[in-house]
Every structure is written in structure tokens, then in C-alpha cells.
């Protein structure tokens, strides 16, 4: 038996025994942990790179569609001028053979008068047809280039990390049961690069990384403020670990003293949200509230 046979609980439980005659090393388990948790890591930023390089994908794929439809707009355009040209063009020959031919005629007739003759002339210039207009005839075939749109062009990302790191050292405070959602180094979600919508909060940007990344996220709405509240993350609750305990939010460094659906994120903002276990946020960095 190898200790990569052991499930999380089974090697968390082990962590808490001490003494010799165990068949698995602390460093053994250590090891299997920091592995998985790397693992995990991995696959999380390759599932929010992927999700990423779709939407990029269907974006490529509408413009092309798009493209090909002004195309086709403008070729059909194309063809019905020219048809309509070419219709004009027919007229104007026909027209030209009926006044030859009655040109004709009078000379061999002889018998029209002088005046007859240059009113027949003035009537035969009125009726013919009027020559399409120039701007028409040499439009041009090609149709534009498509131009990025705005939304294209606005296109931004921020990043966002998610840390419990101070639960281990207070494994003893946690709730029983809790110790298998805890990650060997303390990191739920390493640092990703999310792209943030225009408006978005902190707690958009959470919620779109969490999606993204499949990590359990729960929270509840206060009318009264208007603000969401995060309760838990990765089944990691307040009041898990103290009665201190709970989650807060950085942003660029700064610990904001207001919700996380209030704050509105700015291009390249670096988001974190850490777990703290005593000092109502002391232990990471954020004073006491």
C-alpha cells in the first residue's frame, strides 16, 4: 500500500495522530497532498483558459458569419444593378433602331417638310431613354472591410486568487469533517485571469471565476443594502474556524470596509479573497473591523 492510495479524509485524519510505527511518513502525505492540490490547480486554470479560447472561438466564428453575409448582400446588390443596366442598355438600342428606321423612311419619302422634319427630330430626342447615372455604373464591387465593434475593442480582464492558507494553522479551531476541503498549501483558486464585463463587481468577477473553475459558492442578497454577502467557498463557511472566521475581499492590496457587490472592478484590478481565522481579518493583513 502507497500513500497515494489514501482519500483526503483518510490522510487528513493521519496528519492529526503523532508518534512512530505509522507505515506512511508525515512528508509521504504531505507530498501526496501538495500533488493533487497541484493537479487540482492545474486543471482549473486550463478549464478557465479553455472556457476563455471558446468564447474567443464563437466570437471569431460570428464575425466570419457576418462578414459573409454583408458579402452576399453586396453581390446580390452588384448582380441587380447591373442587370438593371443591362435592361436600360437594351432599351436605348431598341429605341436607336426605331428612329433609324423611321429616319429612314422620310428620306425616302421625301415629302416632309423641313419644320416636320426637325420637330420629328426634337420628338425622337425626347423619347429616348435617360443614360444611367455615372455614380451608379462605377460603384465599386468590393465591399468594405469589417471594422471591430465596440464591445470587441473594450474587451478587458482583471485577476482574481482565492487563499485559505490561515486555516492551517488553526486545524485544531476547524469544524469536524471540514479538514478535506482545506488545500495542502491553503489555495482554493490559484491567481486567473478572468475577463470582467463593463459594470462589473467583485463579487461578478468571483462568481464568473467560480463558475468557470467548478468551486462550490454560496451567498445571500440583503435588500436593505443592496449587497451580497459571501457565505461560503469550497464548503468553507464562516464561523468554520473561530467565531472569527469568514471570508474578506482585497483589492490591488486594499481591503475595502464595504461589500464586494459594491466594489466596481477596474482593468488589471488583482482580486483576492482570503479566509480569516482571528482578528476579524488581522491574520491576513486587514486590520480589525
Known amino acids: 500500500m502507497q500513500a497515494v492510495a489514501l482519500n483526503d479524509f483518510e490522510m487528513g485524519r493521519l496528519l492529526l495522530l ?16 501538495q500533488k493533487r492540490e497541484n493537479d487540482k490547480v492545474k486543471a482549473q486554470q486550463a478549464k478557465i483558459l479553455a472556457d476563455n479560447t471558446s468564447e474567443q472561438n464563437e466570437e471569431e466564428a460570428s464575425e466570419e458569419t457576418e462578414t459573409r453575409e454583408k458579402k452576399s448582400a453586396s453581390d446580390f446588390s452588384i448582380k441587380r444593378k447591373t442587370k438593371t443596366t443591362d435592361l436600360d442598355t ?61 464591445e470587441q475593442e473594450a474587451k478587458t480582464y482583471c485577476t482574481i486568487e482565492i487563499r485559505c492558507d490561515t486555516i492551517l494553522n488553526n486545524m485544531k479551531a476547524l469544524t469536524a469533517g471540514k479538514e478535506g476541503y482545506v488545500p495542502a498549501d491553503g489555495t482554493v483558486l490559484a491567481v486567473s485571469k478572468v475577463e470582467m464585463k463593463d459594470g462589473d463587481s467583485v463579487f461578478d468577477v468571483l462568481k464568473r471565476a467560480c463558475d468557470l473553475a467548478d468551486i462550490q459558492l454560496e451567498y445571500s442578497y440583503t435588500p436593505i443594502y443592496e449587497s451580497y454577502y459571501v457565505e461560503g467557498i469550497h464548503q468553507l463557511y464562516e464561523f468554520d474556524c473561530g467565531s472569527e472566521s469568514g471570508w474578506m475581499y482585497k483589492v490591488n492590496g486594499w481591503f475595502p470596509n464595504y461589500g464586494c457587490s459594491s466594489y466596481k472592478v477596474k482593468e488589471n484590478d488583482e482580486i483576492v479573497f482570503c479566509y480569516t481565522c482571528n482578528g476579524l481579518g488581522a491574520d491576513v493583513g486587514g486590520g480589525t473591523y
Request: aromatic letters at 2%; one cysteine or more.
Open 18 to 33: 503523532t508518534g512512530d510505527g505509522f507505515c506512511f511518513s508525515k512528508e509521504d502525505i504531505d507530498m501526496v497532498k
Open 90 to 150: 437594351e432599351t436605348k438600342t431598341k429605341a436607336q433602331t426605331e428612329t433609324e428606321e423611321k429616319e429612314s423612311e422620310t428620306k425616302q419619302a421625301g415629302t416632309t417638310s423641313q419644320e416636320d422634319t426637325k420637330q420629328q427630330k426634337k420628338t425622337q430626342e425626347s423619347q429616348k431613354p435617360q443614360k444611367p447615372d455615372t455614380p451608379e455604373e462605377t460603384e465599386s464591387t468590393t465591399p468594405p472591410a469589417p471594422t471591430p465593434t465596440e
